[in-house]
Nanobody, 129 residues
Framework: VQLQASGGGLVQAGASLRLSCAASGRTFSNSAMGWFRQAPGKEREFVAA????????YYSDSVKGRFTISRDKAKNTVYLQMNSLKPEDTAVYYC???????????????????????WGQGTLVTVSS
């Protein structure tokens, strides 16, 4: 099983980027998926998550209103559209997937790293001021 994150890069403040996370080895179309990020010298933190159905989405307060998570089940891929980027968004972004299928959890469940069993290798996003 592999999660391949891509789409990172160097942009100026105010720009947009779209990250992709393509899964291979098994289907995650019925599993929750999420994005986390880790800035230099800091802990890995939750960014966004989407339920297995796509009907629930969650965001950290720092990205709410600027980032949008979505998924394409047919492509076994999850996306993170990032708008109005800020220098403090600079980090390595990791996608993650729950190994369980059709879970009915809500809320803080999605924010915890332990909920996710598969992790991508990360893609670097650098936002210059």
């Amino acid at each position: 099983v592999q999660l391949q994150a891509s789409g990172g890069g160097l942009v100026q403040a105010g720009a947009s980027l779209r990250l992709s996370c393509a899964a291979s080895g098994r289907t995650f179309s019925n599993s929750a998926m999420g994005w986390f990020r880790q800035a230099p010298g800091k802990e890995r933190e939750f960014v966004a998550a989407i339920s297995w159905s796509g009907g629930l989405t969650y965001y950290s307060d720092s990205v709410k209103g600027r980032f949008t998570i979505s998924r394409d089940k047919a492509k076994n891929t999850v996306y993170l559209q990032m708008n109005s980027l800020k220098p403090e968004d600079t980090a390595v972004y990791y996608c993650a997937a729950d190994s369980r299928r059709k879970t009915t959890y809500v809320g803080s469940y999605y924010y915890t790293r332990n909920m996710y069993h598969y992790w991508g290798q990360g893609t670097l996003v650098t936002v210059s001021s």
